[in-house]
């Protein structure tokens, strides 16, 4: 038998561009090496760190289980999604301690009998307070079960905010996708007529894609705001980050984030950020690094946006204010800090399991 590895990731993706690839590489950045990270949909890979299935679940669930008769109770594996709990659990048979880490609405919706009975065995991580209260709502069985708040974040950059109000234009980044319509993004539309009747300089980047922009981009000419709406595609990183240091402020009413790294992406370029009720406002200080504004509540969302044009000097206030928000809270260092400091890092578990009832 191989020698057993300190630490396992068991994730969906590794690689990708997606939330929870983001969280899966700090996780295995956090995680005492040697880590070795097992990956359903990355494309198909053989080494020493990392043995990707490349989107093949039998291929996944082989690679598993050969991996888990290496695992004994010195080996610390981490789950990032609810629905390979089961996996994860079959992994530990011999021990190993087992950490789920719930990253957002797939974890909002009731739990099948396995992924359940996995979760019970384990400890649970949520990366934000949103997202646990979000959980235990849908799984009343485990609300007395106790959820720790790890928040993720991301690396820092080797130049620092501008601190400049940057152009009259505000920014959004996410996919627009016909399941994700939560987002904002025909929100922002249908409010941007009367942002242009205050501010007839305000224009709005739109960051990203997907089967829903063109709906979108129809929606923006039906309004007469095309020409001040801006529908960018998917970028290079190198262009996403000169939109962010470009931009007035980021927006994004979404009610429905796990986390929103694009609210600590903007802050780490030291913008000022307008998020919802929920996950953003553990990441938004209301009055200090931005606004919070409820897209639901009359006209606070538009208000909100209305009060960062008007004031360049307020909002770029915020951005200097969300700049160092990032450096003490979000970075990835610190991150890594929360994760070591919650999660049994290669040593044996003596502590009772989490127990929930059927």
């Not at 080494?47 to 082989?62: F, K, P, Q, Y």
């Amino acid at each position: 038998m191989t020698p057993a590895p300190r630490s396992v990731l068991l994730t969906p993706n590794l690689n990708g561009a997606d939330g929870v690839s983001r969280l899966s590489r700090q996780i295995a950045s956090a995680l005492e090496a040697p880590v070795v990270t097992v990956s359903l949909h990355d494309p198909s890979s053989r080494t020493r760190d990392l043995r990707s299935a490349g989107g093949n679940r039998l291929r996944l669930v082989a690679d598993a289980l050969t991996l888990g008769l290496s695992c004994d109770r010195t080996t610390t594996i981490v789950c990032s999604h609810a629905h390979l709990a089961p996996l994860a659990r079959l992994m530990a048979w011999r021990g190993a301690a087992v950490t789920y880490v719930l990253c957002g609405i797939e974890a909002w919706v009731p739990l099948r009998f396995a992924e359940r009975a996995a979760l019970q065995t384990g400890r649970l991580l949520a990366i934000s307070a949103h997202t646990a209260r979000e959980f235990k709502a849908a799984n009343p069985s485990f609300a007395n079960v106790p959820i720790e708040v790890c928040h993720p974040g991301l690396p820092a950059r080797s130049d620092d905010p501008s601190g400049e109000p940057g152009d009259p234009a505000a920014l959004i980044v996410g996919r627009m996708s016909s399941s994700e319509a939560y987002k904002g993004h025909e929100q922002l539309l249908h409010l941007w007529p009367r942002v242009l009747e205050r501010h007839p300089g305000a224009e709005l980047w739109i960051v990203g894609d997907g089967d829903d922009r063109s709906r979108l981009e129809a929606l923006a000419s039906q309004l007469g705001v095309r020409r001040k709406v801006t529908f960018t595609g998917r970028v290079s990183d190198g262009e996403l980050d000169r939109r962010y240091r470009r931009c007035r402020f980021f927006v994004m009413p979404s009610r429905h984030e796990g986390f929103g790294f694009v609210f600590v992406e903007a802050m780490r370029a030291g913008k000022a950020c307008i998020g919802a009720p929920g996950a953003a406002a553990e990441i938004i200080q209301h009055g200090v690094t931005g606004l919070i504004a409820d897209p639901l509540r009359g006209d606070e969302l538009y208000a909100a946006i209305i009060q960062l044009f008007d004031d360049p000097a307020q909002c770029a206030a915020f951005g200097r204010a969300g700049a160092a928000r990032f450096q003490a809270e979000f970075s990835a260092a610190r991150f890594a800090a929360r994760f070591a400091a919650r999660v049994p890092l290669g040593r044996p578990v003596t502590a009772p399991l989490n127990r929930a009832a059927s």
